[in-house]
């Protein structure tokens, strides 16, 4: 991000005129001689220790300057009429951070913003929520890289799993939900219907061996009517499933009942 220029506002080495008001603040600095407001640069103390330091115009911060708060956060950058707002960043006492781009004393626009933890959101910011498309690192492993809406990951996005797990699709509220692809390290792959994080609607499960389930979910299993392929016989097959579990063919049942077409639940029900 933009670097600020630095300037030594200290009371020592700033012009010594200053000012009490009616509640309880305190002003060092530069005033317009012509009307008596601040105007230049300046330091602002307030009752409650909190104080800005920085260029005022009009009687109000305006250009370059800190605020430093009573519990030891402080923000420094660009002001506008008394509010935050251009580049700036904002230093929480227990080490998160937020430094980009400010609109009437909200987060607005580029930002990136670090946790304590060392996980970190980079993108866009709408009125201090994340919105539009940002990249979310978590100190974990995981990734996200996708759309946001009122702070959450919503719409569609790409997300790694620590254990290199990866599922590219919709999302509602952190959730995998609608449509999308998830892909497992050892090769298995689902394409389908999410509702709520879970596999549910229609949705084709393919195995590295060749096998493959294609059918309807419900709550993360097998549940309804659905397809089996067998790729050492080359055939499809029609069956009822409720729950994960295999009821019954539909078709050539009596052929293939010694054979083993379930799908084992601890592979597919992940």
Do not use: C
Not at 7 to 20: A, C, Q, R, S
Not at 156 to 169: A, L, M, N, R, S
Not at 232 to 244: A, L, Y
């Amino acid at each position: 991000m933009k670097e600020y220029p630095k300037e030594d506002l200290t009371e020592k080495n700033i012009i010594k005129p200053h000012k009490l008001y009616e509640d309880g603040s305190i002003y060092y600095g530069e005033f317009n001689p012509s009307n008596d407001i601040r105007s230049g640069r300046g330091i602002l103390i307030k009752k409650d220790k909190s104080k800005y330091e920085g260029q005022w115009k009009s009687d109000k911060p305006n250009g370059i300057g800190k605020l430093t708060y009573q519990n030891g956060d402080y923000y420094f950058g660009s002001w506008k009429n008394g509010n935050v707002e251009g580049k700036g960043i904002f230093v929480h006492l227990n080490g998160s951070t937020y430094d980009g781009n400010w609109k009437n004393n909200f987060q607005n626009g580029q930002g990136i913003e670090t946790f304590p933890d060392g996980s970190e959101y980079k993108g866009n910011f709408e009125m201090g929520i994340k919105k539009g498309f940002g990249i979310f690192k978590w100190k974990n492993g995981a990734y996200y890289e996708g759309e946001f809406e009122n702070d959450m990951i919503n719409g569609k996005g790409k997300y790694i799993f620590p254990d290199g797990k990866k599922y590219d699709g919709q999302w509602k509220n952190n959730k995998m939900d609608g449509n999308g692809r998830f892909e497992w390290p050892d090769g298995r792959i689902y394409e389908g219907e999410y509702n709520e994080g879970k596999k549910e609607g229609f949705g084709i499960y393919s195995f590295p061996d060749g096998r493959i389930y294609k059918g309807m979910w419900k709550n993360g299993k097998q549940d309804g009517e659905g397809m089996f392929f067998i790729p050492d016989k080359k055939i499809w097959k029609k069956g009822i499933w409720d729950k994960g579990k295999r009821i019954k063919w539909i078709e050539m049942e009596e052929e293939y009942k010694d054979n083993n077409e379930n799908i084992e639940e601890n592979d597919i029900n992940e």
